[in-house]
């Protein structure tokens, strides 16, 4: 089936199997392999991106629904050679371990600071519950959030 | 120790920071090749049988199917996944590619090889099997006891023995017995990235194998071997990887997808899912431990009996080893004149188990420490008191290697512990009685630095200068995503006076790297830290030796900084790294460039103090870590950022450990369990703070003094946890997990 939709920026014209999954579509036809796959059914969140705004798990929308929609994935939270500041202070406070949820935890928590530029401690763990990581425990993943939005 | 460092004891971001934040890092489940093809396996569906038939005709006539393989169509010959070196003692070879008799739910029955993973999975549900079922053996008991069901031919009993350390003494009246039973369960890993391996075998006889591994030559060791190979032939090259924890210690793709390249001679992929990754891959093994001590009624431990049964589910892999490591642990931490330990090594029809975060660490200082609880309790003590009258002092010699512990700080970490996190006024408060009960418990732990005093340790790397002044620093290193390269350039750069940036650190390549065993065994630091301190140290000899034949100044008139180098008292005339490479090229025909391997001499303990308070709802059963503080005696933090990190992690999955975490078994042998959906992994909002201390006192041959940390972070937790629970509810719970269905059974 032939769906137009807009991936960080970029509009797409792409004729796509009806079944296939939205993180198939970004890794697979775009090469975008920052967003990962952890799980395929939605409980880790490595494979989180935005949709209109909001995080998703790429893994639980099929590609046809993001017909007419704009998706961000990793790749754009840098711009025009500039990180974002929530992938500095990521890199910053060590907060990156074996990398592999990083991405996820990124997209989640800038859904969080586009939705609210000063979330809580609490928020942010809330924001970022469905990203699990087994590497750093998470206390420097919300502390890196945490700065990131106090520099705001 | 010198005090005055500039890059270690400092916090780095690992040193692929920038690339993963932008999400650019290639992972091994990232790597796409020209003209790849993609293998999916059909794992057996019962936990016991004989297969009886297969037809793969149907799955064979699928459009874009290459190739199906089976018992039928492949090498029948066993091997261990647990190999590192050829002839390596206790790597028991009762393993197939493909099995013709199932011993678990999750066993290699068939493996598609097609055009995409689409059509792959397609075809395995066109593969025909049919089973002739065996009685399930579920848990070592059963095992023990069924005489007629051999999961392997040799028996279910893999391998059992007897350990004795000291000298029994005789008993005085005034003795106390105490004995207590822990039961640690099988849990999974949980590496965000999933199993994965990639493999190509092209037409000059090479095969290439991109591993998210461990350990590469092991690796090599195991797929050469397997296959026939020459060793020169077989290329493993480390890719980056997205978590292990020793889940990925052992090869377990690598040998299949090999095999499956080599067959189809076009490069395969295969990748697992999460299910497959939690059956299908390595568990951490479930132990049973029984430890009875006799101790004075002032609290001074006599002797220690244990007895443990450890469940290697359906192949041996590396669990005799694991078993070993276990029976090793306890004369690390406390002093005991007499120490014995009976262990028996058992098949079931259950996941198969192996290396983990640890590596049997966890299992049999849970089960002490909440011993060690039991026993201050009988004898009416405070638990730290009770402790501190036992634990090793420094330089204690270890009854199981006969080496020395090193600066064994572990009563250094339970005493500022104590007082940081006020355990007196906490754990003498009143009980709680209500709904909420708090709790708090202590636990100590004792865990290794490398592998000497058992096992072959040494490492070898390259250090060459470029012509400009920077350096490649040539390794067999698998960084897993805990630092280890960030901390190898830090020491590095230490000894050479340079910016780390001027550095550059390899990865494991079998044919373009040198030697090492792997990382595991807490020998990243230690050892390979110490080969890197030392490699460095010989090549800035050498480069003073160029430095001196320019200045024409020998070289104890020369002085070093930050990349420069010159006369003492002539600070004017300072020459740079650039010219003496360039100039030792150009006019002396010298390369500076070192080869050195570094091998271990000693094998101090590495220590952890962990202080947890939680939260019982004795209504749900559930309990919330409120408050935790992890107190290492660690040598030296070479980088402290990733050093607090690993702790943090540990705690992470220690937690999980205590109390949800459990890979569990359904009467019919298959896991229960297997999705993110029903495994609950701990997030951020069930993390407690971990606040760290760190006990920086050096003494041992770590570069600067540094000790391991990765492993022993994960080591206390659960006791710590399981300790508080029960101080909180006045029990004594130890059949881990502590579900809120066995909270609220004891809570009534």
């Not at chain 1, 975008?32 to 995080?55: D, F, Q, R, Y």
């Not at chain 2, 008993?171 to 199993?195: F, I, R, S």
Request: proline fraction near 4%; hydrophobic fraction near 40%; aromatic fraction near 6%.
């Amino acid at each position: 089936m032939l769906i137009e939709f807009n991936v960080n920026g970029k509009d797409y014209n792409m004729d796509i199997c009806p079944t296939m999954r939205l993180v198939d579509l970004l890794r697979g036809e775009l090469g975008l392999t920052g967003t990962k796959e952890g799980c395929g059914e939605g409980e880790c969140g490595s494979c989180t991106v935005i949709m209109n705004g909001k995080a998703v798990n790429s893994c639980l929308i099929l590609a046809a629904q993001i017909r007419g929609q704009k998706i961000l994935t990793i790749e754009a939270l840098e711009k025009q050679g500039k990180m974002d500041r929530l992938q500095e202070s990521f890199i910053n406070n060590s907060a990156i371990q074996c990398g592999y949820c990083t991405p996820g935890m990124l997209m989640s928590a800038k859904a969080l600071l586009m939705a609210n530029s000063n979330p809580s401690e609490e928020e942010i763990k809330i924001a970022i519950s469905g990203n699990l990581c087994r590497c750093t425990g998470y206390n420097k993943i919300v502390k890196a959030i945490k700065e990131a939005t106090e520099e705001n | 120790m010198d005090m005055d460092l500039k890059y270690v004891g400092q916090t780095f971001p690992i040193h692929d920071a920038p690339q993963k934040v932008r999400g650019e890092l290639v992972y091994a489940s990232d790597l796409n090749l020209p003209k790849m093809l993609y293998a999916k396996l059909l794992l057996s569906p019962i936990a016991h049988g004989e297969i009886k038939s297969i037809d793969t005709s149907r799955a064979e006539a699928l459009p874009g199917v290459i190739r199906v393989f089976t018992h039928l169509n492949t090498l029948n010959k066993t091997y261990s996944r647990y190999r590192i070196i050829p002839n390596q003692e206790f790597c028991t070879e009762d393993e197939r590619l493909f099995t013709e008799k199932v011993r678990f739910v999750g066993d290699r029955v068939a493996a598609v090889v097609a055009i995409s993973l689409e059509i792959a999975t397609e075809a395995l549900a066109l593969i025909l099997l049919d089973y002739e079922a065996l009685p399930v053996l579920r848990t070592p008991e059963e095992a023990l006891q069924d005489n007629h069901t051999k999961i392997h031919s040799e028996g279910n009993l893999i391998h059992q023995y007897e350990y004795e350390l000291g000298e029994p003494t005789p008993l005085l009246n005034d003795c106390l017995v105490v004995g207590t039973t822990t039961h640690t369960q099988k849990v999974h890993h949980a590496a965000l990235e999933t199993h994965v391996c990639v493999a190509d075998f092209d037409s000059s006889g090479k095969l290439t194998i991109w591993a998210a591994c461990q350990g590469v030559f092991g690796v090599r060791t195991i797929v050469a071997d397997l296959l026939e190979l020459s060793y020169n032939n077989v290329r493993v090259i480390k890719m980056p990887m997205g978590g292990s924890f020793g889940g990925k210690q052992e090869a377990i793709l690598e040998p299949i997808t090999a095999f499956l390249a080599l067959e189809v001679r076009r490069p395969v992929k295969l990748t697992l899912n999460r299910k497959e990754s939690i059956i299908a891959t390595m568990t951490r093994p479930a132990t049973k431990t029984r430890i009875r001590t006799n101790v004075t009624r002032d609290g001074i431990l006599k002797d220690c009996a244990v007895d443990t049964v450890l469940d290697a589910g359906a192949y041996a892999t590396s669990s005799v080893d694991n078993a070993f490591a276990m029976s090793k642990k306890i004369c690390k931490l406390y002093r005991i004149p007499y120490y014995k330990h009976q262990s028996k090594v058992v098949y079931t029809n259950t996941p198969v188990a192996g290396g983990a975060r640890g590596w049997g660490a966890p299992e049999i200082m849970t089960a002490l420490e909440v011993h060690m609880d039991a026993v201050a309790k009988m004898l009416k003590m405070d638990l730290v008191e009770f402790r501190l009258k036992n634990l090793v002092h420094p330089y204690d010699k270890d009854k199981a290697s006969q080496l020395s512990l090193g600066n064994a700080r572990v009563i250094e970490c339970l005493e500022k512990g104590a007082t940081t996190f006020g355990w007196s006024q906490r754990y003498n408060r009143n009980p709680d009685k209500g709904r909420f009960r708090r709790g708090v418990g202590v636990a100590c732990a004792a865990h290794k630095n490398g592998m000497y005093g058992g096992f072959p340790e040494h490492s070898t790397m390259t250090l060459k200068m470029n012509e400009d002044g920077s350096f490649i620093l040539n390794t067999g290193l698998h960084d897993l995503g805990c630092g280890t390269i960030t901390s190898i350039k830090q020491i590095t750069a230490e000894v050479l006076d340079i910016n780390p940036s001027y550095i550059s650190v390899l990865e494991a390549d079998t044919e373009y790297g040198p030697y090492d065993f792997g990382t595991y065994g807490s020998r990243v630091t230690y050892i390979c830290g110490a080969c890197a301190y030392e490699v460095a140290k010989r090549v800035k000899e050498k480069l003073l030796e160029c430095a001196s034949r320019i200045l024409q100044k020998p070289k104890q008139y020369l002085e070093v900084e930050n990349g420069r180098v010159w006369i003492i008292g002539n600070e004017q005339q300072k020459i740079s790294y650039r010219e003496i490479a360039t100039t030792s090229k150009l006019k002396d025909n010298t390369d500076i460039v070192i080869t050195h391997t570094y091998h271990g001499t000693s094998n101090p303990g590495a220590y952890a103090v962990h202080f947890a308070e939680v939260e019982v709802d004795t209504k749900t059963g559930m309990v919330k870590v409120t408050d935790y503080l992890a107190v290492h005696d660690i040598g030296k933090a070479i980088n402290p950022g990733m050093v607090e990190g690993q702790i943090q992690g540990g705690v992470q999955m220690g937690i999980g450990y205590a109390l949800y975490e459990e890979v569990r078994i359904g009467s019919d042998g298959s896991v229960l369990n297997s999705s993110f959906t029903n495994y609950h992994v701990l997030n951020a909002p069930d993390m407690p703070t971990v606040k760290t201390l760190l006990i920086e006192q050096g003494g041992d041959d770590g570069p600067y003094g540094a000790k391991s940390v990765g492993e022993i972070a994960f080591v206390p937790v659960a006791a710590a946890v399981i300790n508080a629970v029960n101080n909180a509810l006045g029990t004594a719970l130890s059949d881990m997990p502590l579900t809120p269905e066995k909270i609220i059974a004891t809570a009534r």
